[in-house]
């Protein structure tokens, strides 16, 4: 089930995505999140049915095409963790959620999430990919990410409001 937008089907796992920003039709994410200073901030990303069983992994960069991958999941539904940096892949609400704990003002930049769909033969195609721009605040946000098994609703909340990610 789903609606049509011009001459393309929107999955109905896309609705209701909070201030989600479309990359592609494939993967969506927030457009940008904030973090405290010495905090945790969390990245929730939602891709279409096709991609449940890919590797999924996020990465930093200017570029989609160029970006550093900083942790990735191995296909499975349990956390890979790569430093102060965690993702754990949500294949049945179809969204893989990252975490970074612990932020410094260097954490600041622009990222990527992206599913690992070309092979290294395969140079004509290119990975879905959402880019993200991650904030580090020293005013006092308070974040909540998503416990395993619970919710897929991550969000980080500033005195002025509340964002979806």
């Not at 960069?61 to 191995?74: A, H, N």
Request: aromatic fraction near 10%; proline fraction near 3%; hydrophobic fraction near 30%.
């Amino acid at each position: 089930a789903g609606i049509k937008e011009g001459t393309k089907k929107v999955p109905s796992a896309f609705l209701g995505c909070g201030l989600c920003l479309p990359g592609s039709l494939s993967l969506m994410g927030p457009s940008s999140v904030t973090g405290t200073l010495g905090g945790s901030l969390c990245v929730q990303c939602r891709y279409e049915e096709v991609y449940q069983r890919y590797n999924k992994y996020w990465c930093r960069g200017q570029y989609d095409t160029t970006c550093e991958k900083i942790v990735e999941t191995k296909g499975e539904e349990k956390e890979e963790r790569s430093g102060r940096v965690s993702i754990r892949d949500h294949t049945d609400h179809l969204t893989f959620i990252v975490t970074m704990e612990n932020l410094t003002a260097d954490d600041a930049g622009s990222y990527w999430c992206r599913i690992q769909t070309v092979w290294f033969l395969d140079v004509w195609s290119r990975d879905p990919s959402f880019h993200v721009n991650v904030f580090v605040s020293t005013a006092r946000v308070s974040s909540s990410c998503p416990a395993a098994g619970t919710s897929t609703v991550c969000f980080n909340s500033v005195s002025t409001g509340l964002l979806l990610v």
